[in-house]
């Protein structure tokens, strides 16, 4: 038996128990209402071509290039272990053609590939123009411009704040699991994965971290420098699946979800405290 879970179902803003879209009760003693999510089993593979290793030279798709990604649109957000800062994504990241991020990458870094109304797509690179990647439920070796599909890319190792280990490692757990699919795997998407072997750490497969009622993971969404909305989860797991659905519709779709769950006139409440987004302190 295989370490998969069973498909389940994304439920929107307005099925969910919440109460002060800043994450306070009013009535009680300060702390956030908690907030549960149910997920699908995912994600970026939904965009992806099945033939990644049958592109011919001369036809790689260039769907992507009719929705090139939009930097404005992409949400800020800070994810919260207990006290702890685990993840920061700033907005500011500059994205790059898979030629010049050929030329920037090394053996071991975590890759990026981003467009409007897609998942990320993430992947190890692993030498020699290659990277390893989960795609369509199956562990895969390509060629990072062929893995692309002409979207641009950026190297994302500093969005977690885990400590690494060291590139030979990294390789090693990518190259490792090439080839193992389905009920074999143990990560729910290509983030998952590709975090997993670069940091080893259990929270990132399937299973990982037992829920039990508590909610010790806090995803701050940031939408301007006075603006921001807090939830709460049980596992990193579900934590990155709710980040990906937020990064694949856009900051200003989020925000509409908030704001027809909240049935308020401005969109989004301002935060009692001021927030900056490149300061990782929890509020």
């Known amino acids: 038996m295989g370490n998969q879970v069973e498909k389940l179902t994304h ?17 009680g003693d300060g702390t956030r209402i908690g907030v549960s999510y149910i997920f699908s089993n995912d994600d970026d593979d939904q965009d992806q071509d099945d033939n990644l290793d049958h592109f011919p030279p001369d036809s790689r798709p260039v769907s992507h290039e009719e ?52 998942y990320p797509h993430w992947a190890v690179y692993v030498g020699d123009f290659q990277v390893v990647h989960l795609h369509r439920a199956e562990v895969k070796n390509n ?20 400590r690494a280990l060291p590139p030979e490692v990294i390789v090693r757990n990518a190259m490792d699991h090439v080839g ?23 929270e ?3 299973g990982g971290e037992i829920r039990i009622g508590k909610q010790p993971y806090k995803l701050k969404l940031l939408f301007s420098e006075k603006k921001s909305h807090v939830l709460e989860f049980q596992c ?35 935060d009692p405290r001021p927030s900056s987004p490149s300061v990782c302190c929890p509020s």
């Open 204 to 206: 990132f497969k399937i």
């Open 143 to 162: 060629f990072l411009t062929d893995v692309s599909q002409g979207k641009k890319g950026r190297i994302v190792n500093g969005l977690y704040r885990h």
């Open 67 to 118: 929705k090139p990604f939009d930097p404005d649109n992409e949400l800020e957000c800070v994810v919260y272990y207990r006290d702890e800062c685990v993840y920061e994504r700033s907005s500011g990241a500059a994205s790059v053609s898979p030629e010049s991020l050929l030329a920037k990458c090394r053996p071991g870094d975590l890759l990026e590939f981003v467009a409007t109304g897609q």
């Open 180 to 202: 193992t699919r389905d009920r074999d795997l143990c990560w729910r998407n290509s983030e998952c994965f590709a975090a997993w072997c670069r940091f080893g750490r259990r």
């Open 236 to 270: 990193l797991e579900d934590v990155i699946m709710e980040k990906r659905r937020n990064d694949q519709i856009g900051k200003d779709a989020v925000m509409q979800e908030l704001a027809n769950h909240l049935n308020a006139t401005d969109p989004l409440p301002r």
């Open 11 to 27: 439920i929107n803003y307005a099925e969910v128990p919440t109460s002060d879209p800043n994450g306070f009760d009013p009535d």
